[in-house]
């Protein structure tokens, strides 16, 4: 079945990179997807990187793709205090589902 | 251009009492969804429609009926709420079933 997995908390100073890790079960995944969700508000797509590519950059935001050990991660650069979020990966498995499947998210603190 | 809508944005139900949850979207899309997010447990798929006239199960559909109004509306409406059914519904639009799937800002369902 898929399953998809990601560290619950990262804390990291401003100004700082961060690093949220995914790692997920479905090897016929075609999409991957970073979603970030502000407190009380829904989930804002991202990025997100095709599966026959290994890295996306877009502008602070760049994304690894380790198709081998099925793992995903979402890089930010210089962290500010405004990307306090939950950071959700999610998968769209192969052809046939019309699903995606959500990390259990990872929430970001940023300390000043 | 709001593009996904949801209504209404907060509701207490007492146990057994009936609902509907509206979301609407203007982007023309093909494809809508309802999940559900509890603590700890990330998204669910409750429904999902892949084109006007469709529906299907998600993860987890029991206790939750849905409509495809028209290509810019899908409800889910709740026939006899359950204490279990508190949680936070996120309607979400796609262009197509296994694009990238636009939020809305979720209603916050509490059931007494």
């Known amino acids: 079945g898929e399953d998809v997995e990601q560290s619950l908390f990262l804390s990291v100073r401003e100004g700082d990179s961060s690093v949220i890790n995914c790692t997920y079960t479905d090897s016929s995944s075609t999409y991957l997807y970073w979603y970030k969700q502000e407190p009380g508000a829904g989930l804002q797509l991202l990025t997100y990187?095709?599966?026959?590519?290994d890295m996306k950059q877009d502008q602070r935001l760049t994304v690894l793709l380790n198709k081998k050990d099925k793992h995903l991660s979402l890089r930010i650069a210089d962290t500010q205090t405004g990307d306090s979020a939950i950071y959700f990966c999610?998968?769209?498995?192969?052809?046939?589902?019309?699903?995606?499947?959500f990390g259990k998210g990872t929430k970001l603190s940023v300390i000043p | 251009n709001a593009g996904v809508t949801q209504t209404p944005k907060f509701q207490v139900l007492k146990t057994g009492q009936s609902m509907t949850l509206q979301c609407a979207q203007d982007m023309n899309h093909n494809s809508m969804y309802w999940y559900r997010q509890d603590p700890g447990m990330g998204l669910r798929l409750i429904y999902y429609?892949?084109?006007?006239?469709?529906?299907d199960k998600g993860e987890v559909p029991n206790g939750y009926n849905v409509s495809r109004l028209n290509k810019r509306e899908f409800s889910l409406r709740l026939e006899s709420a359950a204490p279990s059914q508190t949680s936070v519904y996120f309607c979400a639009s796609s262009e197509s079933p296994r694009g990238e799937q636009y939020f809305g800002p979720g209603t916050r369902l509490t059931v007494t």
């Open positions: 990187i095709f599966s026959n590519m």
């Open positions: 999610a998968e769209n498995p192969g052809a046939g589902s019309y699903q995606l499947t």
């Open positions: 429609s892949a084109s006007e006239g469709t529906t």
